[in-house]
């Protein structure tokens, strides 16, 4: 299978849908907060489980000590911060407030993009990247340490752990960002690959270069004819290969106008390559929501709190924070689904403004489970606890 055929099927796995059939019906609804005193729709559907709709954070705020907090899509666009944000962290000041970005940068990045942003960072309990936690075990897997940080996964699939044992250099390829793909990996230890034909890992991090020690082909100034063709070679010999992935962002679809690829297509295609060639996707770890490493490592310090994910996307953030066993918050008019709950909304009519938005999340939420198998929740059904239009108090 050609790569844009790859690329095409993953775009479609993350930003498709199916038409849905009307489904909802009303049910009686009891809140958990006993203080709670506003309104919470009561709403529930046959085909997906109860959840509150709740018109802004200080509705559901009692019932929970921990909130991890996605950023982008949530608390700002990729530029500024959204209406409101800046007020609700002020509130939720004495909560334990933890950042966790499928960002494939390290914490660093985020500190400097929260204090652009107008926030405190030291008003954060602790900031968890995918590019930390990916730096962070990259360095272990590169040292001769046998006690691994806190800051490493608990679980370390032996694909991986293996390459602890090498006393050779340690040789990656790098499909990356374009912005500090080499300092980043040769700060934790790891040396470019000649090619692919010598790497005993690849990073992917990003989906603007292909990168190794002797050539860099970057989709801006090479185009993207050259770009997709160096990517697929490379994906394509490493599925022949069989070398370990780490994917430093599980994120597919950027949340902008364009809805531009990110690094979690680069594991969905390399995971269809793998089970052509190898019969087997043991060799990827994703690093990231949903995924359960972030939020061993979000959560570790607070194991008897209540603890909540503040999320806009359904494939990461509500998916991961189901499989983690803890609420999740989804965010519904900022962020990847916005467009598509405006449209059900749109469609809708004679309804208050939150019932509205209740109708048209249980569309988008039935939308997603219907392609479950394609996504990330690999066919569970999702459903977030609570949504919210906007993260404000
Ligand atoms: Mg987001």
Redesign the pocket.
Known sequence: MRFQELARLCLVFAVGGSSVTSFLLRDSFSTRSAGRTETVSPMSCAAVADWKVAPSIRHISDDYDVFLL?????MHDGNKAYDGVLDVVQHLKDKELIIV??SSKRKENSVKMLTKLGFDPSVFSKIVTSGEVAFQLLQYLASSESQASSWVPKTIPKPFLDLKSRTESRKVFCFGSGNGDQEYLESCGWILADSIANADLIVARGTFVVLDASSIVNKNTDGKEAYFEAYHNALQEAAERGIPMIVCNP?KVR?DAEKSPMPGTVGVAYENLLILNCDTTDLILYLGKPFANVYEIALQDYPDKRACMV???LE??VTGAQAAGIDSIWVVRN??HNDDVAAKVNTTKNKDELELLDIGCRQVVEEFNQRSEETYARGQKISPTVTVPYFRW
């Open positions: 996605d950023m982008w899509g949530v970005s499928n994120d949340p999320g806009d996307a990461t953030d962020g990847v």
